[in-house]
T-cell receptor
Framework: SQTIHQWPATLVQPVGSPLSLECTVE??????LYWYRQAAGRGLQLLFY??????ISSEVPQNLSASRPQDRQFILSSKKLLLSDSGFYLC?????????????FGPGTRLTVT | RKEVEQDPGPFNVPEGATVAFNCTYS??????FFWYRQDCRKEPKLLMS???SGNEDGRFTAQLNRASQYISLLIRDSKLSDSATYLC?????????????FGGGTRLMVKP
């Protein structure tokens, strides 16, 4: 079976500090990978998606970036955090192992920028 | 206009009640439809995929009306554990891959 991991679970960072969030998927190959953000009381916003190693597409302009150094690893980064970057960051995957293009989410990272 | 619209609620219902959530979507090219459940401070979890003929899974029934671009979720015999936010999700598969658009969610609170 497939599992998706994210870490850390929670993070408190000062404004202007760097960020690195990691997501890994087990039990599948060549998954599509996604980063979402959910601000408090808001819906999910797609930030980045990747269909393969080194292939990253951005949905919204921002001070965040993403990388996919390995097939099942997806990293979300920032050089300098803003207060508005606070939120619940969710990684998701989909692929041939899922039905009808369903996406499955990791447990998320709750980021507070102070 | 939002791409996927839901009544945010909250819907406050007693245990055992039947409750229905509605959702409308704007992109007629959407191909697949889902309901996700999200508990407080947790990740969304897939509840049901919605098939064009409508489908049922225990106490949950999902229906799709492509002509009206409308999706519904019916929960029968509500349990306390059904309390959560229910997300209507619409999929479009294009050259870029599999994209999901999420509604803002409908909050359900089941009371004893």
């Amino acid at each position: 079976s497939q599992t998706i991991h994210q870490w850390p679970a929670t993070l408190v960072q000062p404004v202007g500090s760097p960020l690195s969030l990691e997501c890994t998927v087990e039990g599948t190959s060549n998954p599509n990978l996604y980063w979402y953000r959910q601000a408090a009381g808001r819906g999910l916003q797609l930030l980045f998606y990747s269909v393969g190693i080194g292939q990253i597409s951005s949905e919204v302009p921002q001070n965040l970036s993403a990388s996919r150094p390995q097939d099942r690893q997806f990293i979300l980064s920032s050089k300098k955090l803003l207060l508005s970057d606070s939120g619940f960051y969710l990684c998701a995957w989909s692929g041939l192992a899922t039905r009808i293009y369903e996406q499955y989410f990791g447990p998320g990272t709750r980021l507070t920028v102070t | 206009r939002k791409e996927v619209e839901q009544d945010p609620g909250p819907f406050n219902v007693p245990e055992g009640a039947t409750v229905a959530f509605n959702c409308t979507y704007s992109n007629s090219a959407s191909q697949s439809f889902f309901w996700y459940r999200q508990d407080c401070r947790k990740e969304p979890k897939l509840l049901m995929s919605v098939y064009s003929s409508g489908n049922e899974d225990g106490r949950f029934t999902a229906q799709l009306n492509r002509a009206s671009q409308y999706i519904s979720l019916l929960i029968r015999d509500s349990k306390l554990s059904d309390s959560a936010t229910y997300l209507c999700v619409v999929n479009e598969f294009n050259n870029a891959g599999n994209m999901l658009t999420f509604g803002g969610g409908t909050r359900l609170m089941v009371k004893p």
